[in-house]
């Protein structure tokens, strides 16, 4: 038995402490919010927007940071993304030598662009940080549905530590030393399922909405190459994986945030009905300045910020895109 503490109690990290806790291990759940504590104490049958789950009465619930970060073999990082840096900052005091990490959250720091697992390194220095990452809603997870993800880590030592920790009969994990790849993946993945989103609420079809993953992902895998991710990860679990789960599932935030600005209503509008962060909406900006920086083409990502913070219709934004000049499908690819 391990003992394992979740900073955070949003729907993923609770279904990620059921797991481990039903795989053996000693878990602790953490949240800044005491509502948020109150409530799961009291409701471990009855999780919010985890319907069907149950918390184990093992897993431990508390506002003490302290203590949830002392002598532990494994901290998972599940706060949301906009949050990470002020959490890691907060706990860092109390994190021990090479102590293990696992990110789970995806996004782009907006204002740095920064990786998250970036930010939490910068915040705490002494700590093994790796990523935890595929097509996994959180709601399926936590009631034992069939999932396959990938762990990426500095060493093999500590991958196959984290794979050991998660993996059961129905949680596979496989392992890489692909960080980059597998975090750039998984954060700009959101942002083309704001887009596929934003296709179905126009109404359009199954050609449309393929198209626009097949091209989005063109576009995460020309930048994270560039930044130096591998072919094979945005090929994997970690990108086309998790592109088509994110753009096509009714649980996806970000593919429902963009079915509502395609039928009309603002950005802030679709946010407040999702109620619930939607990451995309942080990453669609940081994606535009990174493939600024490295100059990259991606304009998918160019007209979801647009639609996004510049009002243009919905409408618009996908005539631009089919609009655009005739060209090869590949540079790389010439006829003998």
Known sequence: MNKVTVLGAGTWGCALAILLANNGHDVTIWSALEKEVQMLNENRDNIKNLPGAKMPESIKITLDLQESCADKDLIVMAVASPFIRRTAKIAAPFIKEN????????G?????LMTLSDVIRDEIPQADVA?????SHAEEVSRGIPTTIVVGAQTKTTAKFIQDMFMNELFRVYTSPDIIGIELGGSLKNVIALAAGVVDGLGYGDNTKAALMTRGMAEISRLGITMGGKLETFAG?????DLFVTCTSKHSRNRNA????????????AMEEVNQVVEGVNSAKAALALAKKYNVEMPIVEQINLVLFEDKSAHDALADLLGRDKRKEYKTLEWD
Request: net charge negative.
């Open 99 to 106: 102590q293990i990490i696992v990110n789970v959250s995806k």
């Open 108 to 112: 782009i720091e907006d204002e740095t």
């Open 131 to 135: 990523v935890l990452s595929g097509p």
């Open 237 to 241: 679990l970690s990108g086309i994986g």
């Open 258 to 269: 963009g079915f509502l600005m395609g039928q009309g209503k603002s950005m802030k509008e």
